[in-house]
């Protein structure tokens, strides 16, 4: 008999253990008996995401932008290009566009079929950018969206919702706060928050502490 | 395919909670699933746009009831499945059947760093000339493919304007389903937000996408 891929889909979640835990370990288990994955691979990929790779490298692109007007330009023109400069191009962030928070124009990025984010720039997307309220509404109600979040918008500022469909991955630049013109790029790249690169919260005033 | 995956602009999926200080992974399993999804051996024909199309098919209920890792246990086991590789008796007992050839290709830990800066290059030569010019206006085509597709349904039938042009990429509704990567003109367009939500919205915001040759035709 041909292998029934419609029983498959429909029945997989009934014939395996209901407890995540324990279907993830038997889905493990198999795979190493069968020589299909390396835990020790494993345990690399986990390592590297819990402690290499998160938003501050996206921190450190958006503080150069800030202090170094021509590697801004290059980062607008061609983000794939000037992220490779700084060697942060990577699975889930191979191609790079970077948008520009203006006194105008406030960016947002989203995902609404999936859970898209630049990996490489910011780590993996915390929980609120992969569920459903924020898939839903961030193209619908983005004002909203941004009010919940803190971010107050200046009149007569215009909103851009980017929807990463494609392989593009999204980075915003945010605006550098206005009393942070002493700090040099490895200062103000403590500043800069991983929401903000998301376009989902401000970048706080040098002064302040730093949030997620 | 009209999935419940396809939420913009949907109303009533709950309030967005955020977390302070939010862990990478909230429980150890979840580790385990992400680090599994990206090191095992996949099967023959394994790629993004199948990953995504693979967790597009669970059953809606399912899909709004589990946790975004469950999505990844669900994807990859059905892509093993159907590659072959397992079997439900295996994916239900954790232990292999008898008989089975063991395997000797698996990554090891010393390529994941490599992995890691690398990432997969979807753009691709181009065949034709773009049809589109920037700062042409386009509109979504009304099409409701029944496999893979990255055009959502907030957009189809709606006018918009060619914003950049992203030159030949990959094309995840035929890669998806098995019919070769067909690269085709990538475009950013620009719809504005009240062409996609009426009078309500506010003036001047856009919507921006990015949207294959395909999806869209003159306006």
Request: net charge neutral; aromatic share 8%; hydrophobic share 40%.
């Amino acid at each position: 008999m041909p292998p029934d891929h419609d029983h498959d889909r429909d029945h997989l979640l009934e014939h395996v253990p209901s407890d995540p835990a324990l279907r993830v370990k038997a889905l493990e288990s198999v795979l190493i008996e069968k020589g299909l994955v390396d835990p020790a691979a494993v345990d690399a990929w986990i390592e590297a995401f819990e402690k290499r790779v998160g938003p501050h490298n996206g921190a450190r692109v958006v503080a150069r932008a800030w202090v170094d007007p021509a590697f801004k330009q290059r980062l607008l023109a061609d983000g794939t290009a000037a992220v490779a400069e700084m060697k942060l191009l990577g699975p889930e962030g191979r191609h790079v566009v970077v948008v520009e928070n203006t006194a105008a124009v406030h960016n947002l990025v989203v995902c609404t079929l999936c859970s898209c984010y630049p990996w490489p720039l910011l780590g993996l997307p915390p929980r609120w950018y992969k569920a459903a309220p924020y898939r839903s509404r961030a193209v619908r109600d983005p004002r909203g969206v941004l009010r919940e979040f803190g971010v107050e918008l200046g009149p007569g500022v215009e909103v851009r919702v980017w929807d990463s469909t494609a392989e593009l991955r999204y980075l915003v630049l945010p605006r550098r706060p206005d009393d942070s013109e002493g700090l040099g790029e490895e200062a103000l790249a403590t500043l800069v928050t991983r929401d903000s690169m998301i376009g989902a919260g401000p970048v706080p005033p040098a002064g302040a502490r730093k949030s997620p | 395919m009209n999935g419940i995956h396809d939420m913009g602009g949907m109303d009533g999926l709950g309030p967005i909670l955020r977390e302070a200080n939010e862990p990478v992974f909230h429980e150890a399993w979840e580790a385990r699933m992400f680090g599994l999804a990206q090191a095992s051996t996949h099967p023959a024909g394994y790629t993004v746009d199948l990953f995504r199309y693979l967790g597009e098919q669970m059953p809606a209920a399912a899909y709004l009831a589990q946790s975004y890792y469950e999505r990844w246990y669900f994807l990859t086991a059905l892509a093993l499945l159907q590659g072959g590789m397992v079997t439900l008796a295996e994916l239900s007992s954790g232990r292999a059947a008898p008989g089975f050839a063991r395997r000797a290709d698996a990554v090891k830990a010393e390529a994941v760093p490599s992995a890691i800066t690398g990432g997969k290059d979807s753009t691709r030569e181009s065949k034709a000339p773009p049809r589109f010019a920037r700062g042409q206006s386009v509109r979504a085509r009304n099409i409701h493919p029944a496999g893979h597709t990255r055009l959502p349904r907030y957009v189809r039938g709606r006018r918009g304007v060619i914003l950049r042009r992203h030159g030949a990429h990959v094309f995840p509704d035929s890669r998806a389903m098995g019919g070769g990567e067909n690269p085709q003109e990538l475009y950013t367009v620009a719809f504005t937000a009240r062409e996609l939500w009426g009078p309500d919205a506010a003036a001047g915001d856009e919507i921006h996408l990015d949207l294959w040759e395909s999806y869209i035709e003159p306006a």
